[in-house]
């Protein structure tokens, strides 16, 4: 017997999984690809925040599962025995003229209010600072709430933390008890079909691995590029994001802007190897929020999908809420977040 078949090993699949395995759940996981094969099989892995202003309930789950995360990945890790890449290190964002200097002030006083003791916002200068971008201003915001991961390495230790528990991925099979589809663009042109409008839509990021070792290090956000110092002694650079693209694997010129722009925000990159560059499709429901809940018109089936851009971050208190309504009929998704938000 099986309690809930999930179809669909991205991040939402696997992590939703994972909490119900935990309460006692009999799973079966399907996706003929196998884990990570979309857009969850990528390079960068930042775990960012919102701004603490326009405070509102994105925001406030955003930030309940960012604080969620390390006990989250903790035990993922200690029961599959394979790292996630997960470490909570901050980020250091330049400031770039007066007028962002005002307004990162101001936010800094909104991040004692919205955040109280669980991370900081903090203006600072960076005297000494050896991995760092570089700033006109001579200022940077330095925040203690954000976080990143390696999507790949967080991927496979999901996946040997539902292997200890008997739960392995398989490529085909029926449905059995409630079906959750977790099967991100795929799914969102399945939801699309017949539709006068659209549910949501598929973008094309592209990201790229250097070679530099700064393990621990706050990851930057500078030039609108996201770099990411790994614990395994690289360096992601990402992303783009493309609406129309003919080949959704391929990468291009773009990228290599992109890596030209992080190059010239942290000059320690300047000769840095690029290891490999990478290319794929990210969900993005229209509402931009996750989408989650029961799908309109199906009985027992049920929708995670859309998560863009920060499907790793909202993972551990989405997969608790889906939980919570696979197992128990209890229904926590905030609103703005549940299906009929995007239909």
């Not at 390390?70 to 394979?82: I, L, N, P």
């Not at 203006?123 to 001579?138: F, K, N, Q, R, Y």
């Not at 390495?153 to 528990?165: D, G, I, N, P, R």
Request: net charge neutral.
């Amino acid at each position: 017997m099986v309690d809930v078949t999930i179809r669909g090993a991205g991040i939402f699949g696997l992590s939703i999984a994972w909490a119900c395995a935990k309460r006692g759940a009999r799973i079966k996981l399907i996706d003929p690809n196998g884990a990570g094969s979309g857009s969850s099989g990528g390079v960068v892995g930042a775990l960012a925040p919102h701004v603490p202003e326009n405070w509102n309930l994105k925001k406030a789950f955003q930030l309940d599962s960012l604080i969620m995360a390390s006990e989250f990945w903790s035990e993922v890790e200690t029961t599959g025995g394979v790292a996630s890449g997960y470490t909570r290190s901050g980020r250091v964002q330049p400031i770039y003229d007066e007028a962002a200097l005002d307004i990162a002030k101001r936010r800094a006083v909104t991040a004692r209010a919205l955040w109280k003791h669980h991370a900081t916002w903090k203006v600072e200068t960076c005297s000494g600072c050896v991995w760092g971008p570089l700033s006109p201003t001579g200022w940077f915001i330095r925040d203690t709430l954000s976080a990143h991961l390696h999507p790949a390495s967080a991927c496979a230790a999901l996946v040997a933390a539902l292997a200890a528990k008997g739960i392995n991925i398989k490529a085909q099979g029926t449905n059995q008890g409630r079906v959750l589809w977790a099967t991100g663009v795929d799914g969102l042109a399945q939801l699309n079909e017949g539709r006068d409008r659209s549910v949501g839509t598929g973008v094309k990021g592209q990201a790229a691995l250097l070679d530099y070792s700064a393990p621990g290090a706050a990851q930057i956000f500078a030039n609108a590029v996201h770099i990411i110092p790994h614990l395994d002694g690289t360096v992601a650079i990402g992303s783009t994001s493309e609406l129309e693209y003919d080949d959704p694997h391929s990468v291009d010129a773009q990228i290599d802007e992109i890596i030209a722009k992080a190059r010239q925000a942290v000059p320690m990159l300047q000769n840095a190897p690029v290891l490999r560059k990478w290319a794929g499709v990210r969900p993005r429901a229209r509402s931009r929020a996750p989408m989650l809940g029961e799908w309109p018109g199906r009985t027992g089936h049920y929708i995670a999908n859309g998560g863009f851009k920060i499907g790793f971050g909202m993972a551990p208190k989405i997969s608790e809420v889906m939980a919570d309504l696979l197992l128990e009929d209890r229904n926590e998704i905030p609103q703005g977040f549940e299906v009929n938000a995007s239909f």
